[in-house]
């Protein structure tokens, strides 16, 4: 297994174990949304800044264009009050995606680029996360700690999706 493959798979797994985590907040009585929120796309965008220093790939920026989504919904939520209001909250996590599905779509492209099969399962992950990322955003009108949980799943889905581009890409090498 190459350093790369080895570092996004255990990007998968941190996104994961995350996001299980994030789901059995409640039990714990930790429903505050907005430090959740927070917190979570705070590490996403540390989490992937780390890899992509990790990786040092000249080529691939994905990292990068992460940790700046992370960022521009951080700076977001300076304005939105998601605590009181879940329409902010939705709106903040409609903005993530839609940055971060170009993100995607651009990862998607260098695959295609470089004659890569791999880019169809990221066109496959694509379409995977914005359906969840929209089904997410519509289903955030409950009280704090369903939103929590929906988060949590939102992300541990997340996480399983950035799971397979590592594993395909394992297998495929090995033929």
């Not at 797994?13 to 796309?41: E, H, S, Y």
């Not at 990862?107 to 004659?115: A, G, L, M």
Request: charged share 15%; with cysteine.
């Amino acid at each position: 297994m190459d350093r790369r493959t080895l570092v996004e798979f255990i990007v998968g797994w941190i996104l994961v174990v995350g996001g299980a985590i994030v789901t059995l907040l409640p039990i714990f009585n930790i429903t505050n949304v907005r430090i959740v929120f927070i917190t979570i796309i705070a590490s996403y965008g540390i989490i992937h800044l780390v890899k992509n220093f990790a990786i040092l790939n000249a080529h691939e920026y994905s990292g990068f264009s992460t940790a700046l989504s992370c960022v521009v919904v951080l700076a977001s939520l300076l304005f939105l009050d998601i605590n009181d209001s879940p329409w902010n909250l939705a709106l903040a996590l409609f903005i993530w995606v839609i940055l971060m599905s170009l993100t995607k779509l651009k990862e998607s492209d260098y695959y295609h680029d470089r004659k890569n099969k791999l880019w169809e399962l990221n066109v496959v992950n694509l379409i995977l996360f914005i359906l969840t990322g929209i089904i997410t955003t519509v289903n955030l009108y409950y009280t704090s700690d369903i939103q929590i949980i929906i988060l949590g799943f939102f992300f541990l889905i997340n996480g399983i999706l950035e799971l397979t581009d590592p594993l395909a890409g394992y297998i495929m090498s090995k033929k």
